[in-house]
Structures are given as structure tokens and as C-alpha cells.
């Protein structure tokens, strides 16, 4: 037996805090390996679904994430729409499209905020989550909740929208773009972060084939795949935006790829506003045939996939679901080996990870099993790095 | 790399299969379900993630009750075309070759489809449970139908 130590990280993630477990095996400060378990969340919400009829699947699975809660009704109900070869009326495909944008701008908000806490950037992490409260308003003002917002269902949505708080929206929205240019500057520009992150955790080319991630974590690789591009549906097709991608594969190029997309999503919202027809908002779906659909939606982790099969019944005869993270944090383990233990806490959360759809912190001895670190040392680890390089660029 | 047209792939993997290929469905413009005999699966596999260097999206096993289906996912992500290879297993043997030598990332779903419906993937380098835990009863499949 090698000198080498295990660190468990879990099954509370230090910065998602939702269960799952990875083993890191250190040999002094260099991760050598790691293993990673999941399951600690597990709901069976598959099996749930068999027995909920077709409008009720809809809200389940929107249980599915708190955060990106509208991700798998979204990829659901586009299921649904390829199993009856149907499309929903033009105006409930521009309210999905601003729904899916709006809460692809408070994920994206969420995760920055963290990373800036484990990187000690503690401001960073007020300041993103003082400016999701307004994206937050919004949805409370077009949905009734703040989060899940019960808006889908097959076929169409279940709320229209209000013309008279377009220009609210609007400008609610266009307050935000300074705000975006701030992180941008605090990430770009700021040669701490950049030294902390860039490098670190790198995903080549040929590592997002292999283990087929998919995403912010892909597209920081340089890879530009995006259903909302290469597969087409709501009302992407029809308004202007480009898919960002970004060279590097390492933490830095993940947050970057992150927040560029906060402005792509504003200019969709404030295209959709403009463009919206107006006209039903459902098909008023009835029966289901038998048969089988897929359905894909761009969440802000990555492309959610949904698979059901009918048959002609009430309630789905098969209901397979596919969270980005299932692919994306298979990964860490090409990301985390190779870099130390202080860069480990920010490449496995970089993937943005989410559980829910897929850890308390100890550092424990392998031999004596003595506990030498929790969680909260990790994080001191991650910010004391952060401290160090920046007093060394001070000097 | 010069992209791949839709029917390019779809006569590729006519000619590969041959006469193990059971039934196409070529359901829409992006969705076609191809049944294939599992002998064939590996080598249809590594013609799709190796040589045209498509995407596996997941894949999912479905208990129709007379027997077992698994469906593996692939996406040409450049012409937003999803391929699912389908393979039938019979509940009496319930086995089929793992990919997971051809491609890493099919190591998960195997085993979850492993503990859920008790599928034996075949050289799978490490097919213990991924969502259920390690003391779950044997012969317990959380997912079929007919427990």
C-alpha cells in the first residue's frame, strides 16, 4: 500500500450542499485518483410518473430541481409534443422561450455567487445573489412564484402573459445588463481570479467526447453544442443569439462561457417581448396515442433529456429522465486528478453540479481514520490559495 | 471534418448491420429508432461514437413486460438528428455486451439499468450499484413490472 491518503468529500457537497460523495485520493497535495458515488437523492421519480396522468408529470417533474426547476417540465412536455406531432401555438412557445432564458440568468447567478464565496470572493457572492432577486421579481410577477412556476404543460402553457408588464420586464431586465458587466470585469479583468481559476480543471476536446458532457462545461472547452442551435424547438429558431463558447476547458473558461450567457439570455427575453403574437396559448390535448418521444431542453447545466412511452393509457407507460449532471459530474474524474487538494473544491463544483437531478466535508487519515479536516477547513483551503496568490501579485 | 448528411448515417449503419437489422423507424426529420440485434450493438456503437463522432445522450431500459428493451441515445449534434439503436432482451437472458470499453460514459447508465431492471452487462469493468445501496436485497429490481 502507497503512502496515499483518501479525503472523502460528502455526502454533503461543501458548496452545492446536496448529498453525494467523492473520494479523493491524495498523494501529498496531488489528487491521484478519485471515486464518486451518488444515489443519496435518489426519488424514484420514474416510477412516480407511471402512475400520475399526463398533465400531473408536468409538476412532478418540475420537482425534480429546485434551481433550474423549469428545465425538465420544459424537455417533458417537448416530449410529449414529439409523441403527438404536434406545436404548440406561437405565442406559448415565446413564453417557454422566456421562462427557460429567465431562469438560465438566476442559475448562472446562483453559481457565480458561490464559486466567488469558494474562492474567497465573498463580495462576489452577495453581489450575485443581491442581482437575482429582480430576475426572481419577474417570475413572481408573470408566474405567482418566485420558483416553480407550474407554466407548462403538454401541449401549450397553463398562463398568458400581461402586455401591461412588458415594459417593467424590459426594464427590470436592461438594469441588469451594468450589473453583468461588473462580473464581467471582476472575472476578466481581475488577475487573482484569473490566476485561481485558469488552468485548472481542464476538459480537452477530446475529453468532452469521451465522457459525452454536455453544457457551459462542454462549450468552455471550445465544443458548440446547444440544443436551443442543434436541435431547434420553443421559439429559438426565431429570434437572434449566437452559442458561446470559449478555449481553455479549465474553471476560468467555465465561468466565463457562464457569464457571457447572461447577456445572450437578456437579449432573448427582450427579443421574445418584442416579437410576441398574440393568440391561444394551448392545444387543449385530450388523448394520447400510443407511441414513443424524446424530448430536449438546454437547461442552464446542459441539455436535459426526456424519454416517454404511451401506451394510449392515462399515464405515461415508461418515463426515462437524463440530467445534464449525470453526464457532467462523471467527468470530474478526468477534471479533479492531476490538481491538489485547494483547486479540488472549485473544479468539482464547476461543473455546476446539481443533485437533486443526480456533501459534509471530512479529511480523514486512511490509516488510523483519524478526522484531520471538515468541510469548512476545505473552503479555508480553497480561500486561503486565493489570499496567497494575492499577496503575492501584490508584492 | 466534413459533417455527415442524415441519410449518409442512416444507410452506414444499414450496410453495417445487414441482416441483423430487425425494423427502422424513421419516425421524423430529427428522430429515428433503429432495431438492431444486440450481437451487433458494439460494433454499430463504435461506428457511431468512434468513426462519425457522435454524442451518446444516455440510454434507457424499458420493461415492456414480455421482455426487456434497452434504447441507447446518440445525437448528431450537427444536424440535430437523435438516433436510438434499440435492442429486444428476452427476461430469460438478460444479458447483453457492455460499451463501456468503447465509450466511458456509458459506465453509469449501465449500472444504474443493472440494479433497476437486472440487466447483466457482459465485461462491464465494474458493475456494482450506482443509485441503490450496497446491501439492497439480490434479485430486487426496483423498476420492473412484474415485482
Excluded at chain 1, 132 to 149: A, S
Excluded at chain 1, 188 to 212: C, F, K, M, N, W
Excluded at chain 1, 274 to 298: Q, S, V
Excluded at chain 2, 66 to 91: C, M, N, P
Aim: aromatic share 8%; hydrophobic share 40%.
Amino acid at each position: 500500500m502507497s503512502t496515499n491518503k483518501i479525503i472523502p468529500i460528502g455526502p454533503y457537497h461543501p458548496l452545492q450542499e446536496e448529498p453525494e460523495f467523492f473520494r479523493l485520493h491524495v498523494d501529498g497535495e496531488t489528487v491521484v485518483d478519485i471515486d464518486i458515488e451518488i444515489g443519496y437523492n435518489h426519488r424514484m421519480i420514474e416510477k412516480i410518473a407511471e402512475s400520475k396522468s399526463y398533465d400531473q408529470v408536468t409538476f412532478l417533474v418540475e420537482r425534480i430541481c429546485g434551481i433550474c426547476s423549469t428545465s425538465h417540465p420544459f424537455a417533458y412536455t417537448n416530449a410529449i409534443d414529439d409523441l403527438l406531432g404536434v406545436t404548440p401555438p406561437e405565442r406559448a412557445l415565446y413564453i417557454r422561450t422566456i421562462v427557460g432564458e429567465l431562469e438560465r440568468i438566476h442559475s448562472h447567478l446562483l453559481w457565480l455567487g458561490l464559486a466567488g464565496h469558494f474562492l474567497g470572493y465573498n463580495t462576489v457572492w452577495m453581489w450575485a445573489w443581491r442581482y437575482r432577486e429582480p430576475v426572481l421579481d419577474i417570475f413572481e410577477r408573470i408566474t405567482g412564484n418566485r420558483n416553480h412556476y407550474a407554466m407548462f404543460k403538454p401541449g401549450g402553457v397553463r398562463r398568458d402573459f400581461y402586455e401591461e408588464d412588458f415594459p417593467w420586464i424590459k426594464k427590470t431586465l436592461k438594469s441588469l445588463i451594468p450589473k453583468f458587466d461588473m462580473f464581467k470585469g471582476a472575472v476578466l479583468d481581475d488577475p487573482i481570479i484569473r490566476a485561481r481559476t485558469e488552468g485548472i480543471g481542464i476538459l480537452t476536446r477530446q475529453d468532452v467526447h469521451d465522457y459525452s458532457v454536455v453544457g457551459p462545461t462542454a462549450r468552455a472547452s471550445g465544443v458548440g453544442i446547444d440544443v436551443r442551435k442543434d436541435d431547434p424547438y420553443a421559439a429559438y429558431d426565431k429570434v437572434e443569439w449566437k452559442v458561446i463558447t470559449h478555449e481553455g476547458g479549465g474553471v476560468f473558461a467555465k465561468a466565463v462561457v457562464r457569464i457571457l450567457e447572461l447577456y445572450e439570455s437578456t437579449n432573448i427575453i427582450l427579443q421574445c417581448l418584442d416579437n410576441m403574437p398574440k393568440g391561444d396559448i394551448d392545444l387543449n390535448i385530450k388523448d394520447m396515442p400510443a407511441g414513443e418521444g424524446i424530448g430536449r431542453h438546454e437547461a442552464p447545466r446542459g441539455e436535459v433529456f426526456h424519454y416517454i412511452m404511451s401506451d394510449g393509457g392515462n399515464s405515461p407507460a415508461w418515463h426515462k429522465v437524463r440530467a445534464p449532471s449525470f453526464m457532467n459530474i462523471a467527468s470530474n474524474k478526468k477534471a479533479v486528478i492531476g490538481g491538489t487538494i485547494s483547486d479540488a473544491t472549485i473544479i468539482l463544483a464547476a461543473v455546476d453540479p446539481c443533485y437533486c437531478c443526480t456533501e459534509r466535508t471530512a479529511v480523514v487519515d486512511y490509516k488510523t481514520g483519524k478526522k484531520l479536516m471538515d468541510g469548512q477547513d476545505l473552503v479555508r483551503l480553497s480561500q486561503e490559495k486565493t489570499e496567497k496568490l494575492r499577496s503575492k501579485l501584490k508584492s | 471534418m466534413r459533417q455527415v448528411t442524415r441519410t449518409e448515417i442512416i444507410e452506414n449503419i444499414k450496410v453495417r448491420a445487414g441482416k441483423d437489422l430487425l425494423d427502422l423507424n424513421d419516425r421524423s426529420e430529427r428522430r429515428v429508432y433503429v432495431t438492431i440485434k444486440k450481437e451487433i450493438l458494439p460494433k454499430i456503437t463504435r461506428y457511431l461514437f468512434n468513426d462519425v463522432k457522435v454524442r451518446f445522450v444516455i440510454a434507457s431500459g424499458v420493461d415492456i413486460r414480455k421482455a426487456i428493451e434497452i434504447l441507447y441515445h446518440f445525437s448528431i449534434d450537427e444536424i440535430g438528428l437523435i438516433i436510438s439503436l434499440r435492442v429486444v432482451l428476452d427476461k430469460s437472458n438478460l444479458e447483453v455486451d457492455s460499451l463501456t470499453s468503447i465509450m466511458k460514459c456509458a459506465s453509469w447508465i449501465e449500472r444504474e439499468i443493472h440494479e433497476l431492471l437486472g440487466v447483466n452487462f457482459k465485461g462491464h469493468p465494474n458493475l456494482k450499484h450506482l443509485l441503490l445501496k450496497d446491501d439492497w436485497p439480490k434479485g430486487n429490481y426496483p423498476l420492473r413490472k412484474d415485482q
